[in-house]
């Protein structure tokens, strides 16, 4: 039986886990160690009570981490909450991929478990959640637009100038270059040939830069082996005549003529 | 590795694990950080009974046959077909018009789950947004004996069965909504669907899918799914599902309907009105109230009918119908009622004889008195026949008379037709034969009286000079003696009446020819108003 990438693998189907919605600030502080503790669970059963009494402590030096974000005030400990499904089946499962870039393509499936508790993690109210709310608030205060001060005027706004200096370029690039010369027909001819082998529709224009012709005389040569297409998807192009089409060289047929 | 109690919802003094568990348990929580492993919720519908822990077998991909509808605009790079530079154009062009193409991510497509092989059950999981922007989620899993190991969750995934039955998009649905009491029968509207999508799929020549069962409302591979759809999506979708409950109920009731009305329907689907029998829509007909000594005579001609097969017998009843139809519009100004009824009964059976695939507008009236003369024969009330057939005209007067006419006219034909076996109505070919000869000479009838008609209309208009074309004669002589023996014409409007664009002739021509043939004829010339016209006496 081969193996199909696309397989979910069923191993873990039976391992039962937990579903924790964490707050962002005590997300963040989790995500910035590598690989330790974070912090402890006591899970206390009560007598009477169906569900058992869970409360987490959150390592003291994470704690007080201050990572800009004012995160040294978080409470330390927090209460987990536990709900069943509420009849809802939630499962886990896990993609591992080979490289860091493309997981949803190339990862192996798998079945981590099923969900027993959904659990909700509240913060202990405190003096050190209290701080910790003020800041939160405080940084949704502020606008997302400031007004700043510059020192230094803006230089790269466009003046008005009589004649672009791009345009002075090309100007005097065509007056240095001059006018297009005519060549022999049939290299022109040639040339179109093999333009013509990398792409079937050109337009005169290109035809022109490519050829470096003047635009009556290259006309002039196409009309011998080209025809114009007026009609849609290539509109207004320069194809090869049917007779030239497939040709693996032009020089063939510039013997033959 | 695995302490059962706390992961079960059951009541924690059942006295799950043993040992000294008074005080409170203290776990080491580690979080585990794999940037290779990204773990995922996935969620299916409240009160489903999905068992994850008995699945043995299952099978998961992205399902990507919505991801088609960028790509029809490729063109080739370069060879065959491609132009220079059209790429860079392209991309010009969309940004000078601010186009914005959204390329489709793989990660945002929805999963497409199979539990349990090829037979089993189906579910697609669409991702959930929005979950990681104010909290984040974590898988606890108890590892070892005295940690947890938590994983971040990346996404969400709602699983919900696959539907395989077809249902109506929302315009569809708007449509038949709009009908709705109009039609009652909802296993007509999938059966239409299903027609619709049978001509789509053998003009496109997808003949190997259509053949499978076209029976149930399945959905295909192939098919395109709507990602809107979805058990935990709110409004929009009630209506719909709705509908689709009722169809699905619907259908096992009206099945057995179905079968009977079979045939109306493929008659048109177009014609609702007449499509869908309700409960009291025959209770007007009056062949349900048959009398018995009418039943022994007619029961003759209704075997022989029966013997011709049960197509003939479809289409009587639809002539059948359509005539009491129209029988009881118009004679509801009637007088006698009871004649009526008598007469209609007796119609009846003459109808079924004489009715097959002729339809012409007025074949009803047609075969009404053409039913009458066969009772004329038997019962010998012609004339009594002959003053229903008038009132009973629904074009009115004219058809009316006309009836009289035919009667008149044609009585004699009628009379030596039938056979005494009544072997008219044994074959269709005879029945067609005869309704032939009817029209025919009803046609021949009328053929004179007409036509002069229109002639005269013709005549009196070509003073005006226009006239009636001469697309059929061309510039002949005959056409030329026609007009100048009708009136006196002067040289110009005889010129007219042979347009150049009819007769493929220019001018030069045309008017030699006339020419020609005047000389032949040798009009006489009459003067009038000061005009010369020419005028052949007959």
Known sequence: MAKKSSDLDCKGSSNNLWLVKVPKYMSNKWM????????????????GAPKPEVIFSLKEELAQKDDGKGSSEAPREHKFVLSGTAGQPMGVFSQTSADEAGSSSNGALSLEGKVAHRVDCRPVGGENYMKLKKLQVLDAMTPMRTTMQLHRA?????????????????????????????????????????????????????????????IQYLKEVLKEIATYNLKAPHKNTWELKPEYRHYKGGETLMEQS | MVFPFFFQSQPSGSGGLQGGLQGPEEFTVKIQKNPLKKYNVMRFAANSKVDMSAWKEANMERETSTMDIYKDETMPEYGEGSEYGRKWREQARQKKYGINKTKLKLEDQPWLLKVGGKGGKRFVGRKEGGINEASSYFVFRQTGNKTFEAC????????????????????????????????LNYFNIMMKKRLENKDEAETEGETEKNVSARDDLKVREGDESDSDLGGFSDDSDNEAEGKKEKAKTAKKKKDTKGQKKKKKKQKGSDDEALEDSDEGDYDGREVDYMSD????????EVDKSKVDGTYLKGVDQEMEMSSSEEEEEGEGEKEGEAAEGEKTTEDKPAKKEESDSSSSEDSDVDLESSALFMQDKKEG???????????????????????????????????????????????????????????????????????????????????SGSGTPTSELGLTEESVRRYLMRKPMTAKDLLKKFPTGKTGLNRDQTVAKVTEILKKLNPEKKTINGKIHLWLKS
């Open chain 1, 32 to 47: 910035t160690v590598e690989d330790g503790e974070v912090g402890t669970l006591k899970i206390n059963r009560r007598p």
């Open chain 2, 293 to 300: 000594e009418d039943e022994s005579a007619s029961e003759e």
């Open chain 2, 381 to 463: 009330k012609l004339k009594g026949k002959q003053g229903r057939s008038k009132k009973s005209g629904k074009a009115g007067g004219k058809t009316g008379s006309k009836g009289t006419s035919r009667s008149g006219s044609s009585s004699s034909s009628r009379a030596s037709t039938p056979a005494p076996d009544g072997g008219i109505g044994s074959t269709l070919a005879a029945a067609a034969k005869k309704l032939e000869q009817q029209k025919g000479t009803k046609r021949a009838a009328e053929g004179d009286s007409p036509l002069p008609k229109k002639a005269r209309h013709s005549r009196s208009h070509d003073g």
């Open chain 2, 152 to 183: 971040p969750v990346e996404s969400w995934y709602n699983f919900t069965p696959q539907i395989k039955y077809k249902y109506l998009n929302e315009e569809e649905a708007e449509a038949e909504f709009e009908k709705r009491h109009k039609v």
């Open chain 1, 154 to 214: 803006v230089t790269n706004n466009y003046k008005p100038v009589s004649n672009h200096a791009n345009n002075l370029e090309v100007e005097r690039r065509k007056k240095e270059d001059g006018k297009r010369s005519r060549a022999d027909p049939e290299k022109v001819q040639e040339m179109l040939f093999s333009a013509f082998e990398k792409h079937q529709y050109y337009n005169i224009k290109d035809l022109v830069e490519i050829t470096k012709q003047p």
